[in-house]
């Protein structure tokens, strides 16, 4: 199901607020049993051909997932630190990944094998389940900590609510048990303080994805058809166009996806970690992965950087660590050479940001001014979200090609010949001072705390009052009602998150 669908907004999210509110008084193992209930139905609506009839097995697969992994940490629990409890751990983490593997790469390898080895004669054609690469994720860094005695004895609905929990389920945040368990177990008594700067939340994210992201995905989905089809190559002023309205296309939609999340947790008392921060003020790679998908960022940090060593073994390996783990998180995005190479770019990045603020520290030179390192990390970012949205290599190439100016410095075609219209680009420009000039929502929302802080970003942080942060008065309400219609305009289609399926 998505947030912006009329199922969600006028049927499902209704039906949990009012069972949730009428089960208030309830015992507390009813009331999560609600909220459990109305996830895994909130997961099941799901069907990946409409054509076929709906099938319970992917609500079965992440049912039995749930189930064996409970277990396994709870089995975890009593062997923590000793080494039948790390075989275990071994034997847990393998078959998450080898589940995780089957759907989400065994089309891709097979493919590889075929091309090189002729076998098999058919690549098989797997469906990904939905939510799957986010729930894997949760559940491995719930074995790890089990492992290292760092879980409690939780109780099975519990652990079903932490993994399934509707808000985050589909498109992350990648939630903590640390963070979720406690609030989980708490009665919320301030629902009605809570829901107007919910409201507020979820209908900035809402405005986001209809009026902003989707539009811009009018603009760059046809210069990247172009640079895929056989036709004629994009000129440089298409290929720079669509790869800035994809790159602010990903901002809006996946903002407004985590707007959306915040907003949809805090109408049932539960406040999410922030994971996204005005990426593209960041003035260096290592900041910008601090600002974007910072949940995500943690986890490699916390699971996979650190376990490689970190940066505790020298300069050298430290860098081979960066590597690898930037190279890992393409990887887990999506299956193929695209995301290989977006990964793998992010890892040399992260490497020659840290050599660079090196030599920097070692020669005592200055550091760039802050436009023109913003200026030259947005570029670079750029060229990766190129790779990340092409169809395949080869298009890719084109695109930057294309971009580089290697294919003629022509600008806009001719009407005959173009496939954006002529005013569209114009749209581009108050996205981008949007993005780099305009405070963002936890920003606006900041008297309210409107997310939790993560550990190693210094977001969000306390600072002045300002005239614009969101209040809850008149003038706000009656912003906030703008924004409603705003979006109601627009809301004339179903379109999917683009971190919907990962």
Not at 79 to 88: A, Q, T, V
Not at 377 to 393: E, K, N
Not at 427 to 437: E, N, S, T
């Amino acid at each position: 199901m998505l947030f912006n669908s009329y199922t969600f907004l006028l049927v499902f999210l209704p039906i949990a607020l009012l069972g949730w509110h009428a089960l208030r008084r309830a015992p507390f193992r009813v009331v999560l049993g609600w909220l459990v209930m109305v996830s895994f139905v909130f997961y099941g609506v799901w069907n990946p051909d409409p054509k076929h009839p709906w099938s319970p097995q992917y609500v079965l697969l992440i049912l039995g997932s749930c189930t064996a992994n409970y277990y396994l940490g709870r089995s975890l629990s009593a062997l923590k630190h000793s080494r039948p409890g790390k075989l275990l751990l071994t034997a847990g983490v393998t078959a998450n990944l080898a589940l995780l593997g089957y759907y989400k790469y065994a089309g891709f390898l097979a493919g590889i094998t075929k091309s090189l080895t002729g076998w098999p004669t058919t690549v098989p054609e797997i469906i990904l389940p939905l939510a799957i690469s986010f729930f894997t994720f949760l559940q491995i860094a719930y074995l790890v900590d089990a492992y290292r005695g760092e879980t409690e004895e939780y109780h099975f609905t519990d652990y079903l609510l932490f993994v399934t929990f509707f808000p985050h389920l589909i498109a992350g945040p990648l939630i903590h048990h640390r963070e979720m368990m406690p609030q989980f177990r708490k009665r919320h008594h301030g629902w009605h303080r809570d829901f107007p700067v919910a409201l507020g939340l979820f209908l900035c994210g809402l405005f986001k994805k209809v009026v902003i992201a989707d539009n811009l995905a009018r603009i760059a989905t046809p210069v990247f058809g172009l640079a895929a089809a056989d036709g004629r190559d994009p000129t440089m002023a298409e290929a720079w166009v669509g790869a800035v309205a994809y790159a602010l296309q990903l901002y809006f939609d996946f903002s407004g996806y985590s707007d959306m999340a915040l907003g949809a947790a805090r109408l049932f008392g539960i406040r999410f970690p922030l994971n996204f921060h005005s990426p593209y003020k960041a003035d260096s790679i290592v900041e910008f992965w601090r600002r974007w998908h910072m949940t995500l960022s943690r986890f490699l940090r916390d699971y996979l950087y650190i376990p490689l060593g970190g940066n505790r073994k020298g300069p050298g390996r430290r860098y081979v660590n960066l590597f690898l783990t930037m190279l890992l998180g393409g990887i887990w995005h999506g299956a193929g050479w695209t995301f290989v190479m977006w990964g793998a770019l992010h890892g040399s990045y992260l490497c020659l940001n840290h050599a660079w603020l090196g030599l920097r520290k070692k020669l005592a030179w200055p550091a760039l001014p802050k436009p023109l390192a913003i200026a030259v990390t947005f570029l670079a970012v750029l060229v990766g979200w190129v790779y990340f949205r092409a169809h395949d290599f080869a298009s890719a190439n084109r695109m930057l090609a294309s971009m580089a100016g290697l294919n003629g410095f022509d600008g806009w075609p001719d009407k005959a010949a173009r496939v954006v219209a002529s005013a569209e680009p114009l749209k581009l420009l108050p996205a981008l001072i949007g993005v780099w000039l305009f405070p963002n929502t936890q920003e606006i929302f900041a008297r309210y705390r409107p997310a939790l802080r993560v550990k190693g970003a210094p977001f969000p942080a306390a600072g002045t009052r300002r005239w614009w942060q969101w209040r809850p008065t008149p003038a706000f309400a009656a912003a906030t009602v703008l924004l409603a219609v705003a979006t109601g305009l627009q809301f004339d289609k179903i379109s999917e998150f683009i971190y919907f399926q990962f």
